[in-house]
């Protein structure tokens, strides 16, 4: 029998101790995670700059990483650093990190791990993290380096997914040239390809699945 599968998103804000915005860059946060459920119950922040949300469609679990760093990315001096888990969640409570199950685990001893990196996934699905990891040590080193005007873009082109270069260069009252500019600095087409990738190698290994875990 095929077991159901959720991913946990365990984070920390980096050098949040030495910046003055806080309250700007905690409501910020705050918004971004809301997007994805209930306080509490799908994420919680603690301990001043840790926190933890479950995305439950585990494809989206690449991309609401990315809306997260484009955030935070915007206040001077922030970044954050982020452990996908994916597996099961065995117990529910009604504060996430009280819950458990392989996901939540996958996803804690992966944060634990993290030193230089500032992305890394574990899954129940071997290759699936190698390749992935790789892509995203890769694609990482250019995110770390955004701006925030990197990151504004790439905020906005989540936002505003069917939105032209045009659109968002009316918004930002910038040329379309500005815009495009901004996007190749921020590596958005290889951000969007490694994300098709993830999406990809997720239904492909939940396809061969056969309810064995490892």
């Not at 946990?8 to 003055?20: A, C, E, L, W, Y």
């Not at 700059?49 to 679990?61: G, K, P, T, Y």
């Not at 597996?87 to 992966?110: H, L, R």
């Not at 492909?204 to 490892?214: C, E, I, L, M, Y």
Request: overall charge positive; glycine content about 4%; proline content about 1%.
């Amino acid at each position: 029998m095929k077991k159901n599968l959720t991913s946990v998103i365990t984070g920390d804000i980096i050098n949040s101790s030495k910046n003055t915005s806080t309250a700007k860059w905690m409501s910020a946060l705050t918004k971004t995670l809301n997007k994805g459920g209930k306080e509490h119950k799908d994420w919680e922040i603690y301990r001043g700059d840790s926190f933890q949300l479950e995305v439950r469609n585990i494809e989206d679990a690449f991309l609401t990483c990315i809306r997260i760093k484009a955030i935070i990315k915007q206040f001077e001096d922030l970044d954050v650093r982020m452990a996908i888990g994916i597996g099961e969640k065995t117990y529910e409570s009604p504060k996430i990190t009280q819950s458990n199950g392989s996901a939540f685990i996958n996803s804690g001893k992966t944060f634990e791990k993290l030193k230089k990196e500032t992305l890394m996934l574990k899954s129940p699905w071997a290759e699936f993290d190698r390749q992935m990891n790789l892509l995203f040590s890769l694609i990482s080193q250019i995110m770390d380096q955004w701006t925030a005007h990197s990151a504004e873009i790439v905020m906005l082109s989540l936002e505003m997914p069917d939105a032209t270069q045009q659109d968002i260069a009316a918004k930002l009252k910038i040329t379309q040239g500005r815009v495009s500019e901004r996007l190749k600095r921020a590596a958005w087409d290889q951000v969007v390809n490694v994300d098709q990738r993830f999406r990809e190698l997720i239904k492909s290994n939940k396809q061969a699945d056969d309810g064995t875990f490892s």
